[in-house]
């Protein structure tokens, strides 16, 4: 399984930003997709997740209500919208995948990870 993130760079504080990751490798529209971030010197975060068909999503309690996960399974990409960033948000941000169908909000349930795409928020 083959995950590659794109969309990351340099915004200003209130700005909007699409992050894209597009998984191949196996039947992308049977499994759970989540996003990640990680700040220097931080641990790694839990952003978004999103179930195989999309119906269900859950998010991280500092993107809740900024942040949309949303997947188009016919172009096996799962995206994350992010709105109203803030110099906060600044890290690397990965997507991951699991052995599951359901939405995980824990970092041990993700097998495959990908390299990761680094946005930052300027004030």
């Known amino acids: 399984v083959q995950l590659q993130a794109s969309g990351g760079g340099l915004v200003q504080a209130g700005d909007s930003l699409r992050l894209s990751c597009a998984a191949s490798?196996?039947?992308?529209?049977?499994?759970?997709m989540g996003w990640f971030r990680q700040a220097p010197g931080k641990e790694r975060e839990f952003i978004a997740a999103?179930?195989?068909?999309?119906?269900?999503?859950y998010y991280g309690d500092s993107v809740k209500g900024r942040f949309t996960i949303s997947r188009d399974n016919a172009k096996n990409t799962v995206y994350l919208q992010m709105n109203s960033l803030k110099p906060d948000d600044t890290a690397d941000y990965y997507c991951?995948?699991?052995?599951?169908?359901?939405?995980?909000?824990?970092?041990?349930?993700?097998?495959?990870w990908g390299q990761g795409t680094l946005v930052t928020v300027s004030s």
């Open positions: 991951a995948t699991g052995s599951y169908s359901i939405a995980q909000i824990i970092t041990s349930a993700y097998d495959y």
């Open positions: 490798g196996r039947t992308f529209s049977r499994y759970g």
């Open positions: 999103i179930n195989w068909s999309g119906e269900i999503t």
